[in-house]
Structures are given as C-alpha cells and as structure tokens.
C-alpha cells in the first residue's frame, strides 16, 4: 500500500503523487486548484463538473463522471489504495 500519496478530493483515496492536473486513477477526477470545501465551484478540468457532484458520481456508478463508470477500477484494485472517507456538508445528498 502506499503511505506517501495524497488524497483525491473526489472520492478521499490516496492516489496521487502531487502533480498538477494529476488524474485519480480510482474515481478519474483531474486533480485541478478547487479543494475540498469549494464542492460547488464548476470544474473546467472535469466536464465543468462541480466536486459535489462527482463526489455523488462516485457514490454511484465508481467513477467522478457516469461516463467513466465503465471504465472504473474493480473493487480490488482499489484495495491497493488507503482510503479515509470526509464527511462531506450535510446538503450534500445523492440526488
Ligand atoms: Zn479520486
């Protein structure tokens, strides 16, 4: 496992090594400037997608983008990642 990558914004798996632009190879969301907190911020780097709904893609079909769901890492694979799931603002529902 690794213990010195950083965590994705999307789906809180440890899966990037800090470069700029940098795609989580668990959920497929471009790491870009909008963290954690700015969930309603449109992401020109991800379909203009804000964090808010790619951390529901997520939830939902695997992947930041329902079009990427069919590519998404199978469950074992994702074990090879350290996860620490955030809570993320009560408004934030599965719509
Ligand atoms: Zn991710």
């Not at 769901?69 to 993320?88: E, P, V």
């Amino acid at each position: 496992m690794h213990t010195k990558l950083r965590q994705c914004e999307c789906c809180d798996y440890f899966t990037l090594e800090g470069h700029d632009n940098e795609l989580c190879s668990v959920c497929f969301w471009t790491q870009s400037t909008i963290r954690f907190a700015e969930f309603d911020e449109p992401s020109r780097l991800n379909f203009e997608l804000t964090l808010r709904d790619g951390r529901c893609n997520f939830l939902r079909y695997g992947a930041c983008a329902s079009e990427l769901a069919s590519t998404m890492l199978n469950f074992a694979n994702r074990l090879r990642y350290q996860q620490i799931a955030r809570r993320t603002p009560m408004s934030l529902t599965i719509t």
